[in-house]
């Protein structure tokens, strides 16, 4: 069965904090990415990554880095954490095959509440 | 640009009615990939279909259905018969052919009432 986990399903930090969001897939996919979810606006993708350590911005990247040291994690970094950052955040993977768009799989998620 | 408009913001059904759920599209690639997705209360979305441009044949699995049109740049999903399971936030979404990079619309809350 795939498997894409979270490592927080609930997550409370303060204002400037450092946060870190990790997400580990044991599907052996090419590829991941980071979605923010919030009412009324569906899922929007911060980043993505097809490879290891390679990665491409998404469509709301700021205030958010990421990283890809190994091919099944990988982590989003809130390098200080603001109160607009407080959202659902959704890791999915999916495999990489020539020019095909291929369904991608989604963890839990992890609700962030920034105050 | 690329843009998938779900105009349903809610829909409220009584079990057994059947529903549609609205999709519409825009993008200017001639190869694209659309998609659903159903998120139920415990917030996990849940893959259900993909479909390439190329294929406009409609598609069942069992209770569901979906209507692809690329006349009118819709790709509607049909739940008949609906049931409280199916009680859940229905997303649409579109990519572009030689990218993963999902376009999502707004999505629409289905609620089944027993």
């Known amino acids: 069965d795939v498997k894409v986990t979270q490592s927080s399903r609930y997550l409370v930090k303060r204002t400037g904090e450092k946060v870190f969001l990790e997400c580990v897939q044991d599907?052996?996919?090419?590829?991941m990415f980071w979605y923010r979810q919030d009412p009324g606006l569906g899922l929007r993708l911060i980043y993505f990554s097809y490879d290891v350590k390679m990665k491409e911005k998404g469509d709301i990247p700021e205030g958010y880095s990421v990283s890809r040291e190994k091919k099944e994690r990988f982590s989003l970094i809130l390098e200080s954490a603001s109160t607009n950052q407080t959202s659902m955040y959704l890791c999915a993977s999916s495999r990489l095959q020539g020019l095909e768009s291929h369904e991608q799989y989604f963890g839990p998620g992890t609700r962030l509440t920034v105050t | 640009a690329q843009k998938v408009t779900q105009a349903q913001t809610e829909i409220s059904v009584v079990e057994k009615e059947d529903v549609t759920l609205d999709c519409v599209y825009e993008t200017r690639d001639t190869t694209y990939y659309l998609f659903w997705y159903k998120q139920p209360p415990s917030g996990e979305l849940v893959f259900l279909i993909r479909?390439?441009?190329?294929?406009?044949q409609n598609e069942i699995s069992g209770r569901y259905s979906w209507n692809f049109q690329k006349s009118t740049s819709s790709f509607n999903f049909t739940i008949t018969a609906s049931q409280v399971v199916d009680s859940a936030v229905y997303f649409c979404a579109l990519s572009h052919g030689g990218t993963d990079k999902l376009i999502f619309g707004t999505g629409t809350r289905l609620q089944v009432f027993p």
């Open positions: 599907m052996d996919h090419e590829n």
């Open positions: 479909r390439n441009s190329f294929d406009e």
